[in-house]
């Protein structure tokens, strides 16, 4: 029964940055896998990075390399710093627990990411 509020979207030119947090509702210390996932208009989920509890990370292969994911169990926030951005990166990105592959928690509103010059 977690929640999750993502923030830190915008508007940035290809090749910018922008750090993404996931806040929970509740402690996070006990989740083993949380993820990052994003939607482009007219198109499903896409998982793009997670974390275990032991630091281990994933990253799909269109963003890895330019994506790190990170958790701060202390203050119930999963970040996304996004560096080299391009217009493909343009979606809302969502964040969320995933057990056994499946994202389980409520879906959040997301937050947008633009990329354009």
Do not use: H
């Not at 029964?1 to 830190?8: H, L, P, Y």
């Not at 007219?42 to 269109?62: D, F, M, P």
């Not at 499946?102 to 990329?115: I, L």
């Amino acid at each position: 029964q977690v929640q999750f509020v993502e923030s830190g979207g915008g508007l940035v030119q290809p090749g910018g940055s922008l750090r993404l947090s996931c806040a929970a509702s509740r402690s996070i210390a006990s989740i083993n896998v949380m993820g990052w996932y994003r939607q482009a208009p007219g198109k499903q989920r896409e998982l793009v990075a997670t974390i275990g509890s032991g630091g281990n990370t994933y990253y799909a292969g269109s963003v890895k390399g330019r994506f790190t994911i990170s958790r701060d169990n202390a203050k119930n926030t999963v970040y996304l710093q996004m560096n080299s951005l391009k217009p493909e990166d343009t979606a809302v990105y969502y964040c969320n627990r995933i057990i056994g592959g499946v994202p389980v928690g409520t879906w959040g509103q997301g937050t947008q990411v633009t990329v354009s010059s």
